[in-house]
């Protein structure tokens, strides 16, 4: 990225810098390419990395839009623009409309409904719906977590309702769950220090089928390094899943022990307040359908912070301890971070009016 589209995403601190630096589309049509494209553009096709702009020319009926390539290998010769094979592909908004809703959704501390997204910018609500879910599957994060890791679980959804005709769940019955809710995997990674400036780490959670080994087993696998260092409470499954990686220590909350030195899941179970506290004061309720998609983007703004500092704070009994202080990185350059990886994630409306998530995997990024 060059020096002055940094500098321009650097200078946007408040919703007035926003609108002046997203106020005109060709200005936000190359802040798009320089944070999909930070090396120069690549052939979302093949992935080649020479092209030339077509934009002007004479393609019979009609001339060729601005920001229109095309790919200079020989056996490819695709044409594409910024959006292509991204979230945004096909997009009948302008570029600017795009930019300012992911800005009003990142600057949210957790997040913003589709509801008021549309309010804010003036378009309908299912286009503010499926806007906050191309940020949502733009910011999944594929990379493994190392280092100290710590492994948790809740579960989705609020009280049942009472149905005459089923019975109540659980309650010794054989092979009745004893909850009708979603249960959940959650991981956390955590800093490497609590130096200034050193970034927090990764959360990821998703849907499983259920908390037996083997369900627990498939979602750590594709999130965690084996080398890493396990941290859990003493769930039965968490256990013998240790078994995978370097090393494990448990809690066990079941003794009252939550802390012990430096082993604890206290950063995932703040991680799991946070979704509850996003889940009920912003969206109020998510499908499992989609919850998935809910998580990556929770879990991005649990990444976008760096340390601050360290200060002495009183607990409600009176001991002093030690707190991390967090700053959050501005929104502008939580975008970066955004678009770095959209190419290759696509998704597309659905005939009944929903989404399809088209390929989740970045191709390139």
């Given amino acids: ?12 601190r408040t919703a007035e810098d926003m609108i002046v630096a997203f106020r005109d589309e060709e200005q936000c049509r190359r802040l798009l390419e320089s944070m999909v494209w930070p090396a120069g553009r690549v052939c979302p096709a093949c992935g080649y990395k020479r092209s030339i702009a077509i934009a002007g020319r004479d393609m019979g009926k009609r001339r060729a839009r601005p920001g229109l390539y095309q790919c200079s290998s020989g056996d490819c010769r695709f044409q594409f623009t910024v ?23 990142l600057q949210s501390d957790k997040g913003l409904s589709s509801v008021r997204l549309a309010e804010a910018l003036g378009v309908s609500q299912p286009t503010a719906w499926r806007m906050g879910h191309a940020l949502r599957l733009m ?102 899943l240790g078994e995978n990686y370097a090393r494990h220590d448990t809690v066990k909350h079941s003794s009252r022990e939550y802390v012990r030195n430096a082993v604890h899941v206290n950063s995932v179970e703040g991680f799991n307040a946070r979704v509850r506290r996003t889940i009920a004061g912003v969206f109020h309720h998510i499908s499992p359908q989609h919850a998935d998609l809910y998580f990556h983007e929770i879990g991005f703004r649990w990444s976008q912070r760096i340390v601050t500092g360290q200060a002495v704070r009183k607990s409600r009994n009176g001991k002093e301890r030690m707190k991390t202080l967090w700053s959050r990185v501005p929104p502008a350059l939580q975008l970066l971070q955004v678009f770095r990886v959209a190419t290759g994630r696509q998704m597309r409306r659905s005939p009944d009016g929903g989404i399809i998530v088209k390929s989740a995997v970045a191709v390139f990024g």
Wanted: charged share 20%; hydrophobic share 40%.
């Fill in 139 to 240: 910011a999944a994060r594929e990379h493994m977590l190392d280092g100290t890791v710590e492994i948790d679980h809740f579960y989705l959804g609020g009280r049942a309702r009472i149905n005459p005709d089923d019975p109540p769940p659980g309650r010794g019955r054989k092979g009745l769950p004893n909850t009708q809710k979603t249960p959940v995997m959650v991981i956390v990674q955590r800093p490497d220090d609590v130096t200034p400036g050193t970034p927090a780490g990764d959360a990821r959670a998703a849907v499983v089928t259920g908390l037996s080994l083997r369900a627990a087993a498939r979602a750590a696998e594709a999130q965690i390094d084996p080398d890493a260092y396990l941290m859990s409470d003493e769930a039965t499954a968490f256990i013998a």
């Fill in 83 to 105: 959006t292509t094979h991204t979230p945004l592909h096909s997009t009948k908004l302008p570029l600017s409309v795009w930019l300012k809703g992911m800005w009003l959704m």
């Fill in 1 to 12: 990225m060059s020096e002055t589209m940094l500098a321009a995403l650097t200078n946007i």
